[in-house]
């Protein structure tokens, strides 16, 4: 693979229109502005291990200039065997591999950016808990450089949402420099919050994103901070940002369902999402998006399978788990996430993970791992946790429940479920 053309002397370089001139990173103890990244070393062959944010905003800027694709990986060297940077400006992320193996996919850079606001916003103090070279870490970084803001980026072998020290990181870092946005998964704001304890934090925006929402976890972020915006996002690498909902309630409204797919008849859910198109084929959630990933525009009809399984209940679409991650239990397909969502509803339950094991009769169980709030009574916690899933199939009860500290997440901030099946 050929490298890049030469950009020019760092000096000659000219600030990216993304980056607002007022935009601040600080990345460890290193205050960062546009100066700074743009005398950053740039990949010579347009392809970066991304670990740091200063590094994906330098090697974006330096694709733009070249007018060629990039690549971000997240780990390891950049294996670019099969990758060609083609001609124009793109950038090619890999998919979190959640339920399977990863994905690389290209996305059309202003695509990319379709609903960043732009709003310049110097006050307001993101934290960065995604990795940065993932679709979600890529948002908040384009978010807060369009906006003139401050990124506080806490750098780590596994940078995001990880277990233990990980999130004390960022814990610590959010209070040292008064943060007053975040967004990360649901599973990082569990483990977020159990860290936080009782300390204030000034939060003026409170987001979520990366896995189902559920109701219990919003009540208790709105009761935490208040006075704070909160919102859930569903995107994907492969789908793009798609729409945002923020009335405090789990799932998306029916509404914007429509017999044509979409919130009305130009297929459509609102006029904050044009061109965006929604509809349930299967039990899955189906969409049209203006975003997606290029060449993934879906079936002769347009229409992309998120892979996610939802429900209509009322006036209401929930998600229901991932249909790559049921579980045969026996003969029966069971969803791990949703019967999660019913040990995350019962009182003292501060955290919860529905994994599959292995089993020499039914093929797999499932089990369950238990962060109780602090000072709840454990027989008592296990009675109701018990009597939660009482009414579901036998194959979908956990037949064990493990009390813990803390719930490992990925280095994107998710629970792991590999190897269900």
């Given at each position: 693979?050929?490298?890049?053309?030469?950009?020019?002397?760092?000096?000659?370089?000219?600030?990216?229109?993304?980056?607002?001139p007022g935009f601040r990173l600080i990345e460890g103890g290193h205050d960062l502005g546009w100066p700074e990244l743009a005398a950053m070393p740039l990949p010579a062959g347009g392809a970066v291990v991304a670990?740091?944010?200063?590094?994906?905003?330098?090697?974006?800027?330096?694709?733009?200039?070249?007018?060629?694709?990039?690549?971000?990986?997240?780990?390891?060297?950049?294996?670019?065997?099969?990758?060609?940077?083609?001609?124009?400006?793109?950038?090619?992320?890999?998919?979190?591999?959640?339920?399977?193996?990863?994905?690389?996919?290209?996305?059309?850079?202003d695509r990319l950016c379709g609903r960043l606001r732009g709003v310049e916003d110097s006050e307001a103090r993101w934290l960065l808990t995604y990795e940065p070279a993932t679709f979600a870490g890529l948002q908040?970084?384009?978010?807060?450089?369009?906006?003139?803001?401050?990124?506080?980026?806490?750098?780590?072998?596994?940078?995001?949402?990880?277990?233990?020290?990980?999130?004390?990181?960022?814990?610590?870092?959010?209070?040292?420099?008064?943060?007053?946005?975040?967004?990360?998964?649901?599973?990082?704001?569990?483990?977020?919050?159990?860290?936080?304890?009782?300390?204030?934090?000034?939060?003026?925006?409170?987001?979520?994103?990366?896995?189902?929402?559920?109701?219990?976890?919003?009540?208790?972020?709105?009761?935490?901070?208040?006075?704070?915006?909160?919102?859930?996002?569903?995107?994907?690498?492969?789908?793009?940002?798609?729409?945002?909902?923020?009335?405090?309630?789990?799932?998306?409204?029916a509404a914007w369902l429509s017999e044509e797919g979409g919130g009305g008849p130009e297929g459509r859910a609102d006029e904050d999402r044009p061109g965006l198109a929604l509809r349930i084929a299967g039990g899955?959630?189906?969409?049209?998006?203006?975003?997606?990933?290029?060449?993934?525009?879906?079936?002769?009809?347009?229409?992309?399978?998120?892979?996610?399984?939802?429900?209509?209940?009322?006036?209401?679409?929930?998600?229901?788990?991932?249909?790559?991650?049921?579980?045969?239990?026996?003969?029966?397909?069971?969803?791990?996430?949703?019967?999660?969502?019913?040990?995350?509803?019962?009182?003292?339950?501060?955290?919860?993970?529905?994994?599959?094991?292995?089993?020499?009769?039914?093929?797999?169980?499932?089990?369950?791992?238990?962060?109780?709030?602090?000072?709840?009574?454990?027989?008592?916690?296990?009675?109701?946790?018990?009597?939660?899933?009482?009414?579901?199939?036998?194959?979908?009860?956990?037949?064990?429940?493990?009390?813990?500290?803390?719930?490992?997440?990925?280095?994107?901030?998710?629970?792991?479920?590999?190897?269900?099946?």
């Amino acid at each position: 693979m050929s490298a890049a053309p030469a950009i020019g002397k760092p000096a000659d370089r000219l600030r990216p229109g993304w980056i607002h001139p007022g935009f601040r990173l600080i990345e460890g103890g290193h205050d960062l502005g546009w100066p700074e990244l743009a005398a950053m070393p740039l990949p010579a062959g347009g392809a970066v291990v991304a670990r740091r944010p200063s590094q994906v905003l330098a090697a974006l800027a330096a694709a733009e200039v070249a007018d060629r694709g990039l690549l971000l990986t997240r780990g390891g060297e950049a294996e670019t065997a099969g990758w060609d940077p083609g001609r124009g400006f793109s950038v090619t992320l890999e998919s979190s591999g959640t339920t399977g193996a990863p994905k690389r996919l290209r996305h059309d850079f202003d695509r990319l950016c379709g609903r960043l606001r732009g709003v310049e916003d110097s006050e307001a103090r993101w934290l960065l808990t995604y990795e940065p070279a993932t679709f979600a870490g890529l948002q908040v970084m384009l978010t807060a450089a369009a906006a003139g803001a401050t990124l506080v980026a806490v750098p780590q072998d596994r940078t995001g949402a990880g277990a233990g020290g990980a999130i004390a990181g960022l814990v610590h870092a959010a209070r040292v420099h008064a943060v007053t946005h975040i967004s990360g998964t649901p599973s990082f704001w569990r483990a977020f919050l159990i860290a936080l304890d009782g300390a204030e934090l000034p939060l003026a925006a409170v987001t979520l994103g990366g896995e189902a929402v559920d109701q219990p976890l919003l009540d208790r972020l709105a009761e935490r901070f208040p006075t704070a915006r909160l919102r859930h996002i569903y995107a994907s690498t492969e789908a793009g940002a798609l729409f945002s909902v923020g009335d405090g309630r789990a799932g998306f409204p029916a509404a914007w369902l429509s017999e044509e797919g979409g919130g009305g008849p130009e297929g459509r859910a609102d006029e904050d999402r044009p061109g965006l198109a929604l509809r349930i084929a299967g039990g899955v959630l189906e969409v049209r998006s203006p975003r997606a990933a290029l060449g993934t525009a879906g079936g002769a009809d347009g229409w992309l399978s998120t892979g996610d399984l939802v429900e209509r209940c009322g006036d209401r679409v929930l998600f229901a788990g991932r249909l790559g991650g049921l579980v045969n239990v026996g003969g029966v397909k069971v969803s791990p996430e949703a019967v999660e969502r019913r040990l995350l509803a019962v009182e003292g339950v501060a955290d919860a993970v529905v994994a599959a094991v292995p089993s020499p009769i039914t093929g797999h169980l499932l089990t369950a791992t238990i962060v109780p709030v602090p000072g709840a009574d454990e027989p008592s916690l296990r009675a109701a946790l018990r009597a939660a899933t009482a009414d579901l199939v036998p194959a979908a009860r956990p037949r064990a429940l493990t009390m813990a500290a803390t719930i490992p997440l990925s280095a994107a901030g998710k629970k792991s479920r590999k190897g269900s099946a």
